[in-house]
């Protein structure tokens, strides 16, 4: 439906000949907030994906139109060519990273669609980034590997933008893989793909339908605290240049030097990257009691420390633990989106059920279900 949906847009708008390529969201099992300070993260791409159909034209302008907001833009390959609506500023800003690392990108015609949820933390962003990197990879012949335009797409967020985010959402978009989930160390960005095939569990999405505000300058902040940490700690241990390299005996050391905030925000980040290694221990055992629980001190970290929560987000997550949900956490930035959940197979029915009705009577919206498919990566699909 969506395929022929872009595709017909495309041939109406600027004839035939483009190619259709898609990229994945993602979702997170555990790791939140540890990929800029060089930690591990455990994601997995899913089943709803962005979709681009590209073709050259042949000029040095891009004619881009998305699809799903019926809105057009065209604009230049040049820095101070960049175009107003937001949605462009991602092609924009990977045209612009590519030609920063020395290729030439010609003029081309683009239209873009996509179903993963916007501001759900399932990273329709990242999907869109490395959706079109990987469309102009293949259309230009322009060699980067998936890791690079992972790359790219998060430079796309830094520049152009203005999210300071890590890699998690790009990496995952660009290199994720069916039935299995990458465990990457941000640090060296070495991984490794974790089979999951939670037998007797599965994994399930819950949407709060709400995104705060100013999210994305939360966000930054939360990174500017643990950059402060991390300063604080080098004057003592010059060899820490992450958070990753720290551990809570040096955090400490520092407490009477940085302000009580930052030093919550990064005790949580040092215990969210041990509390992901516990969870891939559990994993090879096919412990998935301990993962649920890895997964509940990560929401209360998540909420308490790192402040990334919001009532809705904390309802749902009581709500599970009420209900004897195995495990269950805010997914993503946070400030809104989903919950993921692992559930036992035959009580996940009635877990959305109450759950669902529980929090429409307290908030007055349905939050959306979905559940979690593990695919691949970035591909071309004609
Ligand atoms: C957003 C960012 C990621 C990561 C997560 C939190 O999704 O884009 O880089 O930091 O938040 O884990």
């Not at 660009?174 to 299995?180: R, T, Y």
């Not at 640090?187 to 994994?203: D, T, V």
Request: proline share 3%; net charge neutral.
């Amino acid at each position: 439906m969506m395929r022929s949906k872009i595709k017909e847009t495309f041939e109406e708008r600027f004839g035939s000949g483009g190619t259709l390529y898609t990229s994945p969201g993602r979702i997170n099992l555990i790791g939140e907030h540890t990929d800029y300070n060089g930690g591990f993260v455990l994601p997995g791409a899913i089943d709803k994906a962005m979709y681009c159909v590209v073709k050259p034209n042949g000029k040095d302008k891009i004619n881009a139109c998305a699809l799903d907001l019926n809105e057009t833009s065209v604009f230049g390959t040049k820095e101070e060519d960049k175009p107003e609506a937001g949605w462009a500023k991602y092609i924009f800003g990977v045209v612009r990273e590519m030609i920063k690392r020395g290729k030439s990108i010609p003029g081309f015609d683009i239209v873009i669609s996509g179903d993963v949820p916007l501001g759900a933390g399932m990273s329709s962003s990242a999907a869109l980034e490395s959706a079109v990197g990987y469309a102009l990879n293949d259309q230009f012949r322009l060699g980067f590997t998936r890791q690079e335009l992972a790359t790219i797409g998060q430079a796309t967020e830094h520049h152009y933008v203005g999210v300071k985010c890590g890699i998690m959402d790009q990496f995952a978009s660009c290199l994720g893989k069916e039935g299995a989930l990458i465990r990457l160390d941000c640090r060296s960005l070495a991984y490794e793909y974790i089979p999951f095939h939670p037998k007797g569990y599965k994994l399930v999405l819950l949407n709060t339908c709400v995104t705060h505000e100013l999210a994305s300058s939360a966000y930054n902040k939360r990174r500017e605290s643990c950059e402060r940490v991390v300063e604080a700690i080098a004057r003592k241990h010059p060899e820490v240049k992450l958070l990753r390299d720290a551990n809570l005996n040096m955090l400490k050391e520092v407490e009477k030097e940085v302000s009580a905030e930052d030093y919550m925000r990064a005790e949580f980040v040092i215990e969210e990257i041990q509390r992901l290694l516990d969870t891939c221990e559990a994993l090879k055992k096919d412990d998935y009691e301990t993962v649920g629980r890895k997964m509940y001190e990560t929401h209360e970290g998540l909420s308490k420390k790192y402040e990334v929560s919001c009532p809705e987000l904390d309802f749902l997550n009581n709500k599970a633990k009420e209900l004897g949900v195995t495990g269950s956490r805010v997914m993503g930035g946070g400030f809104g989106g989903c919950t993921i959940n692992l559930v036992k197979e035959n009580s996940a029915d009635e877990f959305v059920k109450k759950t669902a009705e529980a929090y429409e009577n307290k908030f007055g919206i349905r939050p959306k279900v979905y559940d979690v498919v593990i695919k691949d990566g970035a591909k071309r699909l004609d």
